[in-house]
């Protein structure tokens, strides 16, 4: 039987707010995410969310409005209470994936986890670049379909396309939570190429 773990990634303020479509998108999804993360941790599912915390030296910095966001100490740093729980895991990243120099791996690897959910924004870019990560360390990688959101639609929907043909499972989460409960097999095969 599958061990799973949920990932979010940069449910942050800076992040969320940074544009009303962001915004608005978080806002939609905010009371069946924080259900389903409920349901989950009920379920005894380890939560993790992955924080994005900018190095004021990187030269690679998105500016937000011609200044850094997500420094450490800011209040734009700061994870949306709404999602987290006192038993939640959050663990500091520098870019986009979550396993990029982080302990992520090794924290999954002492929990024998196999499998992860990965959660939050953006789609296109920290969702499908955590879930390759994943995918590459050998890890079962289900996404979502309506546990992650993109400024635009089009952007979630490709990355959605991109991630169910290469390295992951999309689902509803009420039937990721379903699977979970009921112990149920995920077919995790990858699929062929064309």
Not at 6 to 19: A, F, G, P
Not at 68 to 90: C, K, M, Q, S, Y
Not at 143 to 153: E, H, I, L, N, W
Request: hydrophobic fraction near 40%; proline fraction near 5%; glycine fraction near 4%.
């Amino acid at each position: 039987m599958s061990r799973y773990a949920i990932l979010t990634n940069d449910l942050q303020r800076d992040l969320v707010d940074k544009n009303p479509q962001r915004k608005a998108h978080v806002e939609r999804m905010t009371p069946h995410f924080a259900r389903f993360l409920a349901r989950m941790r009920d379920l005894r599912v380890p939560v993790v969310h992955l924080k994005l915390v900018y190095d004021v030296d990187d030269k690679k910095i998105e500016l937000h409005d011609g200044r850094i966001p997500v420094l450490r100490g800011t209040a734009g740093a700061e994870l949306l209470p709404e999602f987290v729980h006192p038993d939640d895991v959050v663990m500091e990243k520098k870019k986009d994936s979550g396993f990029f120099e982080t302990r992520l791996h090794d924290f999954l690897q002492e929990r024998g986890i196999d499998t992860v959910v990965i959660t939050g924004m953006q789609a296109q870019v920290c969702i499908q670049t955590t879930a390759a990560d994943a995918h590459f360390r050998g890890y079962n990688v289900v996404v979502p379909s309506d546990g992650v959101v993109s400024t635009r639609d089009e952007d979630r929907t490709r990355a959605l396309e991109w991630l169910a043909s290469y390295c992951a499972v999309v689902l509803p989460m009420d039937d990721v939570v379903a699977r979970v409960r009921e112990g149920a097999d995920i077919d995790f095969s990858v699929p062929a190429l064309p």
